[in-house]
């Protein structure tokens, strides 16, 4: 049965944190000393209204000297909303990202860091985002290649599980297309790429990874076949290696 990606979404993200937070850690084994979310906090303004959709965790304040900034952080998860309002002097709100219950104009700045693959019609979102952006504004949209995670990828359909994928169904919400989406409603798009890969040196931290995107849990038999390919790889190169290809899109509101 096909899923949306909004139901996906529901099914990963409404009642827990846990998903989220088993993906991000595989990323700690990043070749990059510098970690994502310095990176985007790099490329920030140092002011105005800022407002950061689908936030997740809230993990990219941690790295951000906010100075003047007024900050707003939406999620439509009331878990992750919850987490959310550890983030100092934020102003949070569960909302729908793909129906902002805010004025036209109302941000000078607009984040979407991985969280277009979530929504049934990013395009659409694109639009919305567009809206509540003033002119001369920027907005500022993470996602991933097609090509990202590969090695990852690969092992579903290797155990028997070819469901092992985010997005159950997918709508092409990618490093190859959404530049070409935000150019219906930006100006200025330009898209950087975050350097480095992923190298993993012990199964386990893939194998949570592997668990975190199941919709049905691993059986003792998949698990045991996943980590046998796992351990090869590491015992043939001395690590896991995953191919990362993650893009930060920024654009301007004419």
């Given at each position: 049965m096909t899923v949306s990606p909004s139901a996906r979404a529901v099914q990963q993200y409404a009642t827990t944190a846990a998903n989220?937070?088993?993906?991000?850690?595989l990323h700690t084994y990043r070749t990059n000393p510098e970690d994502w979310f310095t990176f985007v906090a790099a490329r920030l303004p140092a002011g105005g209204d800022v407002l950061e959709v689908g936030a997740g965790t809230g993990a990219l304040w941690s790295r951000v000297d906010r100075g003047g900034m007024r900050l707003t952080?939406?999620?439509?998860?009331?878990?992750?909303c919850e987490r959310l309002r550890a983030v100092d002097g934020a102003t949070v709100l569960q909302c729908d990202a793909a129906e902002l219950p805010f004025p036209a104009a109302s941000f000078d700045t607009l984040i979407a860091n991985h969280m277009l693959y979530h929504l049934d019609d990013p395009r659409a979102a694109l639009a919305g985002f567009a809206r509540?952006?003033?002119?001369?504004?920027?907005?500022?949209?993470?996602?991933n290649g097609r090509d990202h995670h590969t090695e990852i990828t690969a092992l579903g359909p290797a155990i028997g599980r070819p469901d092992l994928v985010l997005s159950a169904a997918r709508h092409d919400v990618t490093a190859e297309t959404v530049p070409l989406w935000m150019a219906d409603h930006f100006d200025a798009v330009t898209t950087e790429r975050y350097p480095g890969a992923i190298e993993v040196p012990s199964p386990e931290p893939v194998l949570a990874f592997l668990a975190s995107i199941a919709a049905e849990p691993l059986?003792?038999?998949?698990?045991?076949?996943?980590?046998?390919l796992i351990e090869a790889r590491i015992a043939a190169d001395g690590v896991f290696h995953i191919r990362r290809h993650t893009v930060l899109i920024s654009a301007v509101r004419p």
């Open positions: 989220l937070t088993a993906r991000m850690a952080l939406t999620d439509f998860s009331p878990v992750m509540v952006l003033r002119p001369g504004g920027r907005i500022l949209v993470a996602v059986t003792a038999a998949e698990e045991a076949a996943a980590r046998k």
